[in-house]
Nanobody
Framework: QVQLAESGGGSVQAGGSLRLSCIDS????????MGWFRQAPGKNREGVAA???????TYARSVAGRFTISRDNAKNTLYLQMNTLTPEDTAMYYC???????????????????WGQGTQVTVSS
């Protein structure tokens, strides 16, 4: 059974940093694209960053230059390093796994096969 477990969320002040982690169990982690999404209250879920199985990364314009997505295939772990956080980054952040061949672009993983439960990030001004 596939399980994606996020961690690393919390509360920080504007300008601060957080690193989110997502451990994948029960899946062929290294062979599929992965991504991070977020959903703020009253808004649709949006793609933040995505990474292909070959390690090619893509970011939403709102986070480009501040966030970095990476993966450690040996540890079956996906990361999202978030720097220079602003109150607009406040949201529930979700890890997602695609299927083999799922496309990525514009910070979004398309064709999500599995979702994590989410981790809350709150940025205060």
């Amino acid at each position: 059974q596939v399980q994606l477990a996020e961690s690393g969320g919390g509360s920080v002040q504007a300008g601060g940093s957080l690193r989110l982690s997502c451990i994948d169990s029960g899946y062929r982690y290294s062979s599929v694209p992965m991504g991070w999404f977020r959903q703020a209250p009253g808004k649709n879920r949006e793609g933040v960053a995505a990474i292909s199985s070959a390690g090619i990364t893509t970011y939403a314009r709102s986070v480009a230059g501040r966030f970095t997505i990476s993966r450690d295939n040996a540890k079956n772990t996906l990361y999202l390093q978030m720097n220079t956080l602003t109150p607009e980054d406040t949201a529930m952040y979700y890890c997602a796994a695609g299927s083999r061949g799922s496309p990525v672009g514009g910070g979004t993983l398309f064709g999500v096969a599995y979702w994590g439960q989410g981790t809350q990030v709150t940025v205060s001004s």
